[in-house]
């Protein structure tokens, strides 16, 4: 909820209305395949009506804010409120909703920092912009979506995951920097994500779809050689993560669950034995936990 709340302040706050549509809120907040079917999926509804909520219990709660934000009903653009001196709670019509599990408490951590960037942003957009010329060149050009890049450690190559030029499963993908076609390197029947390259450069780690609600941490040789699955963890569809290696190259690091619906934990699996350690041990009603920000589906 947090990561959503985000994405739409710091969009608002630039002058990037495009930004705020549901189908684009899916892909970058909810990592929804490109082209989704919207209406068959509600998952930015259902979550704009959990974070108006939410805002709507802060508000409340916290009178003596100056400044609040709120999301109006039938858009995803926020609304940001100046509270007059000596006003009472804020009032806002909130949205019947079905009965639910309560919302992570997540966003109520998080929001005096947004509003505090959204301060110091409103500041800085009224000063002169200065602006510095970028090359940009494509590097893929093939049919489909190439996702989730990964540089070697001598940035040579890039590894990325893409469905390949037939639109079948996806695969692990390599390609030089330099130029040249591209190399697939794993060869599978489920969906591959995520690529990682070892610290030594000869390894690649990356997460294999099974099913719904789990996935397989997996490692192949640069080669294409010993694909194998390190271990299995419980992630569902919506909350992907993401596998990184220790410096020594000895151990991965992604996210874990107890069941589907318990809070992610970061757990550290053995690479040689596929044994696995709690990191961290977040409480069973406490806010997921994620490897999105310090390590996705695809972004």
């Given amino acids: 909820m947090s990561r959503f709340l985000r994405f739409i302040v710091t969009n608002s706050l630039a002058g990037r209305p495009e930004m705020l549509k549901e189908s684009v809120i899916g892909v970058h907040v909810f990592d929804r395949e490109v082209g989704y079917d919207s209406k068959a999926d509600p998952v930015v509804r259902t979550e704009a009506r959990r974070l108006r909520r939410k805002l709507l219990e802060y508000a409340q709660n916290h009178p003596e804010d100056a400044l609040w934000i709120d999301l109006p009903i039938g858009g995803y653009v926020p609304g940001f409120r100046v ?14 909703e079905r009965p639910r599990n309560r919302a992570p408490l997540v966003v109520i951590v998080a929001l005096p920092v947004v509003l505090l960037l959204a301060g110091g942003a409103w ?38 995951s893409w469905s390949g030029p037939d639109g079948g499963v996806k695969e692990i993908w390599i390609q030089s920097v330099a130029g040249g076609p591209p190399r697939q390197l794993t060869h599978g029947k489920l969906n591959a994500y995520r690529p990682s390259w070892s610290p030594d450069g000869r390894h690649i780690a990356f997460v294999q779809r099974d099913d719904q609600d789990h996935m397989s941490i997996c490692t192949v040789d640069v080669s294409g050689a010993n694909q194998r ?47 696995r350690r709690k990191v961290t041990a977040p409480a069973a009603s406490g806010p997921a936990i994620t490897t999105r920000s310090s390590l996705p589906m695809d972004s």
């Avoid at 509270?83 to 019947?96: C, F, Q, S, T």
């Avoid at 009224?126 to 010329?133: L, N, V």
């Avoid at 220790?246 to 040689?272: C, E, F, H, M, Q």
């Fill in 123 to 160: 500041l800085l957009s009224h000063r002169t912009p200065s602006y510095a010329a970028i090359h940009v060149r494509p590097f893929t050009t093939a049919p489909g979506y190439q996702r989730a890049p990964d540089f070697s450690p001598d940035g040579d190559l890039i590894a990325y």
């Fill in 229 to 275: 699955v390190v271990a299995q963890v419980i992630s569902t569809e919506t909350t992907t993560g993401r596998v990184d290696w220790s410096p020594d190259g000895k151990y991965l690091v992604t996210s874990d669950r107890d069941t589907p619906t318990s809070p992610n934990r970061i757990i550290l699996i053995t690479l040689a034995t596929g044994g």
């Fill in 83 to 96: 509270r007059a001196a000596g006003a009472g709670p804020a009032k806002v019509e909130e949205v019947p």
